[in-house]
């Protein structure tokens, strides 16, 4: 069924939501059929996100992810969606190393796979990197707080901000993104008064994870809501179904089938024309199996 094209969800929309009050609900994705299913279920944004590293590369963390890989699932996701905004994350040492190198790799998300925005992450130490992305005509969505390509830096996967000097340095971050021209920010790994204040200060819509609920907006990484990634899950992430599961006994199914000699049935195969067959059989040597000659 088909019914008409959806508005696509717009930057400039996005921030009217805030205004509006409403909430905005963001899902990563990182391949073509779960856009498609994201895209129709209402999702406003689907970042790429570089988690893509970890919930389907199977990398430890977020910073082995390659520019290239990225832009492989962007396109793919990009290709599902007709209505949610597409936004790449930009991986490790992709706007680190030079402003230059920034511009150029944000330009290749939008120019080679059809992104609409690009995520960095990082605070007072990315303005630079925001504004000459922003020069270049590409939105830029921040990201503070519980950095995963600042893992090592802090010494694992820790709550930020959790003392009244680091909740302050969470929210310079944050405020230096929406003044370096970013149109929102994701409040990573924080205590949820903080990110309270946080979405309270800024015009633009800040996007929760593991951030409590006072934010603009929620993101999840799909793995984690859908019970395809193994438990432990993190204490921030709601489990809507249990697809692993599912999955895991559906292929022990066909297994069993197949070992069993029940798959695939008759009506599971294609079949020969009854004349065919029969000049196919008067033509095989019976003893042989081979062609007559
Ligand atoms: O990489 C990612 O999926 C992210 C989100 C969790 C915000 O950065």
Redesign the pocket.
């Known amino acids: 069924m088909s019914g008409p094209r959806p508005v696509p969800v717009t930057v400039p929309e996005l921030l009217k939501m805030k205004q509006r009050g409403e909430k905005i609900a963001v899902l990563?994705a990182y391949d073509h059929p779960t856009a498609r299913i994201l895209d129709s279920a209402g999702a406003d944004v689907l970042?790429v996100?570089?988690?893509?590293g970890m919930v389907v590369l199977g990398y430890e963390s977020?910073l082995p992810v390659t520019m290239e890989e990225m832009l492989h699932h962007t396109r793919a996701v990009a290709r599902g969606a007709t209505r949610s905004l597409v936004v790449g994350?930009m991986p490790y040492l992709s706007y680190q190393v030079s402003v230059r190198d920034a511009v150029r790799n944000a330009g290749r998300f939008v120019q080679e796979a059809g992104a609409r925005a690009v995520?960095v992450?990082g605070g007072r130490n990315r303005t630079r990197v925001i504004r000459a992305i922003l020069d270049a005509e590409i939105p830029v969505m921040g990201?503070v707080g519980l950095t995963?390509q600042s893992v090592h830096r802090f010494g694992g996967y820790r709550v930020q901000g959790r003392d009244a000097a680091a909740g302050q340095a969470v929210l310079e971050d944050a405020l230096a993104v929406e003044e370096a021209g970013a149109f929102s920010v994701?409040l990573?790994g924080i205590p949820s008064e903080l990110a309270s204040m946080i979405t309270e200060r800024l015009t633009i819509p800040t996007?929760g994870?593991g951030a409590g609920p006072e934010c603009d907006g929620q993101?999840?990484?799909i793995h984690d809501l859908l019970g395809l990634s193994p438990e432990p899950v993190p204490t921030f992430v709601r489990r809507y179904a249990e697809i692993g599961a599912s999955i895991r006994e559906a292929c022990s199914r066909f297994v069993a089938d197949v070992r069993g000699g029940t798959f695939p049935s008759e009506k599971e195969s294609y079949h020969l024309k009854p004349e065919a067959l029969s000049e196919l059989e008067s033509k095989l040597d019976p003893g042989r199996r081979r062609w007559k000659s």
């Open positions: 990563t970042l996100g570089d988690s893509l977020t994350d995520k992450e990201h995963p994701v990573e996007i994870i993101v999840l990484v």
